[in-house]
Every structure is written in structure tokens, then in C-alpha cells.
């Protein structure tokens, strides 16, 4: 299984527009993260999760030209903004199926009615298939995928393990039932926004210490602020199988 860090920052991006912080002018291209989503690739099947405001730009970069899937976290704009932009895989490929709890399906009917709509679709307007899924198994082609439901604020948000692989973003409190589906997984991937505490996010600590939990044998940051800071400064202070993820890593499980 290959996975690709299609984005690895918080809602509005590294750089934010205007900001003169200094992580936000770093040169390094690291400290550049475009809006969290990965691309997880198995046998001849692509998977993306998440499908945010930068879409169009990371299918593009990454040389996505097939996509078989895409599987929601959540229904915040930072993870659904982009799903207009499906439209060339839908040109090729028809309807796109789309994985996703009912309450963000709601969500995602609301804001691009247009997609969902059934008489007198216009003939431009991308079409999907939903699938609805609840916090049990489900498959997609020849893998069982395991939700690990968790709390973003007040807001549930599932995490998803895909084999030996676990992504979970923008989780603020896991259960231990959760916790028990990844235990001593080989490659966890985990949001910690930045050192303060955040009402909805992990900060630096709280995800170590949920990786300490999970035990997996290397685990990747994601979902970062700028007020994280720099990359290689923050790097260096994590435990040896830590690291934080970038744009365009890919790792292979
Ligand atoms: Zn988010």
C-alpha cells in the first residue's frame, strides 16, 4: 500500500493569505502545506480521503488521473470544499462513489445540491454514488476499511484504518474501544495543530501522548498550523518513530 500526503495543514492552508509570520514565509518547502487529504493506493485502486478547497491543485500535482473513491472524515469546509472539482474523473470515469457518514452526506447535498440533483441535472455537474457508512467495517474493492469514530469538538468525525495504515484528522478525543482497533499498527498518521491547546484539535502533546496509546511503529503529524512552528526545528524535538508529515511524502506499508 502506498499513501501520498496530498496536504498536511490546517483550515486555511501554510501560508495563510497576508501572514508575515515567519513560518509563513519560510522558504522551506515543508513549511508549505496545502489543506489535509491523502491518496491511498492498492493493487490498481486509488483512494482519496478528504476532498478540500486544494483538490484540483493536488490531483495535478500528484498525477492523479483515476480516482476510485473518495471517503469523508468529516464535513467541515477544509475536507469537502473541493468535490466540484471531480468533474474531469466523473467525465471519464461516470459517477464517482463517495464514503461518508449520513450526517455529512446531508451536508454535502446542501452545499453542492447541484451534484445530487436528479431531473434536469445540468449536463456540466459532476455525479456521484453515495455510500453511507456507520462506524462498522466496509469494503472498498478487495480491503476491509475500519472506522475509528472520535470527537472533533462537538462534531463526530471517523478516522479510518486501511490495513496496516491508520489516518485520523481533526480528532480531539478518541475512546479507548477506538484506540483498541489500531493498537500496534504499523503507521499511524494523527492531527496535532500546534503547541497550545485547541477546543476541537489535538495539540503537540495530546498527539503524542494518543501515539504513545496506539504504540504504532512510526506515526506522522498532520492537519498543521503555522503556529506549530518551522518543520525542522519541530521535527527535531520528536520521539525517534515520530516525524511530521509534508506535501507530497509518500509512504509505503
Ligand atoms: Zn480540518
Not at 461518508?100 to 440533483?117: N, Q, T
Not at 436528479?118 to 472506522?147: M, Q, S
Request: aromatic share 12%; net charge positive; glycine share 6%.
Amino acid at each position: 500500500m502506498k499513501v501520498t500526503f496530498l496536504g498536511t495543514g490546517t483550515s486555511q492552508g501554510i501560508p495563510i493569505i497576508g501572514s508575515n509570520h515567519p513560518v509563513c514565509l519560510s522558504n522551506d518547502f515543508r513549511d508549505k502545506r496545502l489543506r489535509v487529504s491523502i491518496l491511498v493506493e492498492w493493487d490498481s485502486y486509488t483512494y482519496v480521503v478528504d476532498c478540500g478547497p486544494d483538490f484540483r491543485y493536488q490531483m495535478l500535482r500528484s498525477g492523479c488521473s483515476k480516482i476510485d473513491g473518495i471517503i469523508f472524515t468529516h464535513e467541515h469546509a477544509d475536507h469537502v470544499a473541493g468535490l466540484d472539482d471531480i468533474r474531469p474523473f466523473y467525465f471519464k470515469q461516470g459517477d464517482i462513489p463517495i464514503y461518508a457518514h449520513k450526517r455529512v452526506i446531508k451536508s454535502l447535498v446542501k452545499r453542492f445540491d447541484y451534484v445530487f440533483e436528479t431531473k434536469n441535472k445540468y449536463p456540466g455537474a459532476p455525479g456521484v454514488i453515495t455510500n453511507r457508512i456507520k462506524n462498522k467495517p466496509f469494503r472498498l474493492k478487495n480491503l476491509e476499511v475500519i472506522p475509528v469514530n472520535g470527537k472533533h469538538g462537538k462534531l463526530q468525525v471517523f478516522g479510518f484504518k486501511f490495513g496496516d495504515f491508520a489516518y485520523l484528522t481533526d480528532m480531539k478525543q478518541v475512546k479507548e474501544k477506538e484506540i483498541e482497533k489500531i493498537k500496534n499498527i504499523k503507521v499511524l498518521v494523527v492531527n496535532a495543530l500546534r503547541i497550545e491547546e485547541h477546543y476541537s484539535h489535538f495539540n503537540l502533546i495530546e498527539a503524542l501522548n494518543f501515539i504513545k496509546k496506539v504504540n504504532p511503529e512510526k506515526a506522522y503529524l498532520t492537519h498543521i498550523s503555522h503556529l506549530l512552528g518551522f518543520h525542522e526545528e519541530v521535527e527535531k524535538t520528536l520521539p525517534e518513530n515520530v516525524f511530521l508529515a509534508f506535501d507530497e511524502l509518500q509512504i509505503t506499508i
